[in-house]
């Protein structure tokens, strides 16, 4: 064995050694606080509802009462979680992630535009779960990381790959945000790839119909509509610009308040998502926008701090890097006042705090903005700048 074989042997083992110790902290934290991960006892009950017949709508489950609020496809898709106890539910869905978390810094890591050894895969993916967004996942046994894996995984395959778009209509299905990707393909005269996405979509919505008609009735005509059966908008772990307004109002229904920022908003971020220079910028612009504008964004669906964070090191933006590393780790959310309704009751100072994910993102759609403005006029989507200029700009 050569000296370079151990030196390499020995530069992998440190970041293996890393990975396996954070995990294993990850199982025994969990273990000790005995962890009850609701959501994926709601999805085993919604497959549960499927095998059986029961009213996909009507039941709730844990100690919260937690309702079935995906579209029925989604149910369909949680079948198999019923045949098995709740412990190995639980115990798939932490392992399932872990594995989601990798193929997500690895994704990140195409999206940048930046090979990825396997020690580099493993260090990141032992400190990316305990940023928040990503723990939370673990801790409530949800599926923010494959529905985020599905997306990025089908906008970054090669230009004219087979089926490119099916990966995101199928992610809509489950759980609808990401259709604003959609539009975004469209914007980027992706047409072909917007209309396979639409296609697998509407392919998931048959497939609910199918095997559940009634609840397909009920869910696309009346608890579409329904934002509020998914929690309440104006607690801290809601970081859309609803939650936000309704703690900065005081208004747990801040209605238009909201809903025309929102719509500005969206407006704003798709038109930048178009117009940036580099595509990566767009997927992650689209991401920030669709998390702002749904009326509840909880903590957890902003697991796409991953390929944000990799992008901005990439580029070479250290500053903004620990920024966001910061603003995903330090949990500030949880530190105010924000047990019942408190939380609609802070001052101004807490404010901030309370907002982390919202504000850092418009921060972003801001930098976007600022770009394009000095950049002046011209149809930047279709422009792919020398590495040397992305320096000279915070989005390039």
């Known amino acids: 064995m050569t000296e370079r074989t151990v030196a390499l042997r020995s530069r992998t083992a440190v970041p293996l050694a890393l990975l396996v110790v954070s995990f294993t902290a990850l199982g025994v934290l969990f273990a000790v606080l005995r962890v009850p991960m609701p959501d994926a006892v709601v999805y085993r009950a919604e497959g549960a509802a499927v ?41 798939a869905f932490c392992a399932g992630n872990a594995l989601l978390l990798a193929w997500l810094v690895r994704l990140s890591a195409r999206l940048a535009e930046r090979p990825v050894r ?9 400190l990316a779960v305990w940023l928040e967004p990503v723990f939370q996942t673990f801790w409530y046994g949800q599926i923010n990381l494959s529905l985020a894996c599905l997306v990025l995984w089908d906008l970054t395959r090669p230009p004219g790959a087979r089926g490119r ?35 697998a979509f509407a392919g998931t919505v048959a497939v609910g119909a199918l095997v559940l008609p009634a609840a397909s009735v009920e869910y696309w005509t009346r608890l579409f509509y329904r934002s509020d059966r998914v929690g309440r908008p104006w607690i801290v772990d809601n970081q859309s610009l609803q939650g936000m307004a309704a703690r900065l109002l005081r208004d747990p229904s801040p209605g238009l308040a909201w809903l025309l920022p929102a719509l500005a908003v969206a407006a704003v971020g798709l038109w930048l998502a178009r117009r940036a220079p ?13 998390l702002l504008v749904s009326p509840i964004s ?3 669906h902003w697991v796409w701090c991953v390929p944000l964070i990799a992008v901005l090191l990439a ?12 603003c995903f780790t330090a949990r500030t959310m949880w530190l105010v006042p924000h047990a019942g309704d408190r939380v609609l009751r802070l001052p101004w100072w807490q404010q901030p705090p309370a907002s982390p994910y919202a504000l850092l993102a418009l921060a972003l759609l801001a930098a976007a903005g600022w770009v394009r403005r000095r950049d002046g006029p011209g149809d930047a989507s279709r422009q792919t700048p020398p590495a040397s200029s992305s320096s000279a700009s915070m989005i390039r």
């Open 298 to 300: 909880w903590s957890h």
């Open 51 to 91: 095998l059986h017949g029961h009213d996909l709508y009507g039941f709730t489950v844990t100690e919260g009462r937690l309702p079935a609020t995906y579209p029925p496809f989604a149910a369909v898709l949680f079948v198999p979680a019923a045949w098995l106890p709740v412990p190995a539910v639980k115990a």
């Open 165 to 199: 778009g099916a990966a995101l209509g199928v992610a809509t299905g489950v759980k609808l945000t990401p259709g604003l990707f959609v539009v975004y393909l469209l914007l980027r005269g992706r047409g072909r790839e917007a209309a396979t996405a639409t296609a």
């Open 278 to 290: 580099r595509a990566r910028w767009g997927v992650l612009l689209t991401a920030l926008t669709a």
């Open 118 to 126: 396997a020690r580099t895969l493993c260090a990141a993916t032992a």
């Open 315 to 326: 580029e070479g933006r250290r500053g903004w890097a620990a920024v966001a590393v910061v």
